[in-house]
């Protein structure tokens, strides 16, 4: 193999800034929420977009999300609750959820309970969609195997003529997650591999601990 071509040629140096026990938040929500801003600040493209992990029936399973919310108490997401997702996390509610912007040299790693909203924030949050976002998510049977496109778009024109000028209503099936994290895990990347990595968990006061992990 010609060493141009060869995957383990491939490296960065990590030299964009530090992490260390005094420059965080006590509250890891908070400090997430300060990276967020910097994410937001420099303009990366869908600083949203996190891996989220499942696992059921000993087999782990990883697929991109967008975040769509902050929360005291976690992290929201919204899907189809029939979705390979949704059945996973109704058979296995704890989750992992991994966001990683280059552009910084950050890495967040989030574990914790998957819990459905409530239906007035599903409803809340789904009233605010683009209507053709609302239309595909009746218009998808997600997760489950269709012969072709042209059955997506068939059901793209029925459901358009079906809710007509009206308002689309959330279906039944479709709503959000809120992750309410145990473990959270702050990564700024240094040179040589020498990594900084925080790790925030909660104890049974409720009370976080910040330890420092070897990279």
């Known amino acids: 193999m010609k060493p ?12 964009m800034s530090s992490l260390l026990e005094s420059d965080v938040d006590a509250d890891p929500v908070l400090q997430f ?4 801003q910097a994410a937001k600040d420099c303009e990366i493209d869908e600083p949203n977009a996190m891996t989220l992990a499942t696992c059921a029936d000993g087999k ?7 975040l769509k919310g902050i929360e005291e108490n976690g992290f929201i997401f919204y899907t189809n609750y029939d979705s390979n997702k ?3 996390i109704a058979s296995n509610a704890s989750v992992s959820l991994v ?3 280059k552009e910084l040299e950050r890495q967040v790693r989030i574990e914790g309970l998957a819990e459905k909203t409530s239906i007035q924030e599903s409803d809340g949050y ?5 209507r053709q976002s609302q239309v595909g998510a009746w218009s998808s049977p997600q997760s489950e195997v269709i012969n072709d496109r042209e059955i997506l778009e068939k059901n793209v024109v029925y459901y358009n003529n079906k809710f007509g000028t009206e308002d689309v209503p959330r279906p039944g099936n479709w709503g959000g997650y809120i992750i309410h994290p145990s473990l ?6 240094r040179p040589g591999r020498l990594h900084d990595r925080l ?7 409720k009370k976080w601990k910040i330890e420092r992990l070897a990279p």
């Open 4 to 15: 141009g071509n060869d995957i383990s040629h491939i490296r960065k140096e990590y030299r």
């Open 33 to 36: 929420r300060a990276w967020w």
């Open 60 to 66: 782990p399973r990883a697929r991109i999300v967008l």
């Open 86 to 88: 949704g059945k996973e």
């Open 99 to 101: 966001f990683f912007w």
């Open 126 to 130: 789904f009233s605010y969609r683009p």
């Open 184 to 189: 959270i895990e702050f990564w700024q990347g």
């Open 199 to 205: 790790q925030y968990t909660i104890d049974e006061q």
